[in-house]
């Protein structure tokens, strides 16, 4: 059984910072595309960043220079460096296997003075 866990989520101030993981299991995780997204009520569920099994990575215009993903295979985990953050980065943030669909629970991020 594949299992996509968040954590990491919180309350932070506007400029700071934070670091979200996502552990899987149940797969080979290096084989795969990894992303992260997020969403805010009464929205659709937005494009963050992914990771390739290269390692190469593509992030949306929004967080482009803020946000940092990565990969350590060996533990099975991804993770969103989020720097410089902004009231408008609050949101559910949502790891994504890309190829297969599966997608985790989510973690609740706030940015708020």
């Known amino acids: 059984q594949v299992q996509l866990v968040e954590s990491g989520g919180g309350l932070v101030q506007p400029g700071g910072s934070l670091r979200l993981s996502c552990a899987a299991s149940?797969?080979?995780?290096?084989?795969?595309?990894l992303g992260w997204y997020r969403q805010t009520p009464g929205k659709q569920r937005e494009y963050v960043a992914l990771?390739?099994?290269?390692?190469?990575?593509d992030y949306a215009d929004s967080v482009k220079g803020r946000f940092t993903i990565s990969r350590d295979n060996a533990k099975n985990t991804v993770y969103l460096e989020m720097n410089s953050l902004k009231s408008e980065d609050t949101a559910v943030y949502y790891c994504?296997?890309?190829?297969?669909?599966?997608w985790g629970q989510g973690t609740q991020v706030t940015v708020s003075s």
């Open positions: 149940g797969r080979i995780f290096s084989q795969y595309t």
């Open positions: 994504h296997e890309i190829e297969s669909g599966y």
């Open positions: 990771i390739r099994t290269s390692g190469s990575t």
